[in-house]
């Protein structure tokens, strides 16, 4: 949550291990006297267990998954090679209708958007980057009921405004060559706090990506 009072806007209703490289032998060459491959050491390198892009990392095992109170709405599948936009993420029923207006009434061109939603409420957290700033909206009940009206509320952060924005990551190198990574984007103004890991799929991971593109390239 930011520490400035939320706006509010308009209503809705509810919707490694490396392979072993020990044992060599020039091509053409002929089979070591007694047969077999020569018997030497094998080398085995300890992977490297993260590196981010920020002095201030945050430790994650890849033996737990991440808690965290929200989790991502999967983009509905479409092409990665462009930012996910908010036209592109599922599940956003009413949302998406107000949200679309209000980029419309402030004339701002979409960069990229981000949705999470609360599994215990459905409550929505939704960032949009554009070329006016950054976007940071809520969507949730007026009141109680959930089957009551629900309101879109938000604020928006000029780009020199975000403060502490960093990107961080670790991956891991499988015995199976496979690459697995958790990807976090934080901030402190507006608060973020974003994780996605490779598991999560294509989609997933691109989204969040996508976002923390373009807050990264237009943050000052």
Known sequence: MTSSTARRLMTGRVPGRPRQIGQTRVFGSSVPSGGGDAGQ??????????????SMPMTVSYSVRVPTAMVAIVPMPS????????????NLGRARALL??????????EYAAHVT??????RL??????????????YAPVGANPQGDWILRGQLFRWPSVR???????AQLEANDEVRSIWRLVAEEPKIELTVGSDAG???LSGMLDLARACLQHAT
């Open 79 to 90: 092409r990665y090679a462009a930012p996910v936009k908010i036209g592109e993420w599922d």
């Open 41 to 54: 050491a094998q080398n085995i390198f300890d992977s490297v267990r993260s590196w981010a892009w920020t």
């Open 117 to 122: 939603v609360n599994p215990d409420n459905a």
């Open 100 to 109: 679309q207006h209000q980029l419309g009434d402030m004339g701002a061109t």
């Open 164 to 170: 502490g924005l960093r990107l961080q990551t670790d």
């Open 202 to 204: 294509p989609a997933a």
């Open 125 to 138: 957290r939704i960032y949009l980057a554009t070329d006016v700033g950054l976007f940071d909206y809520s």
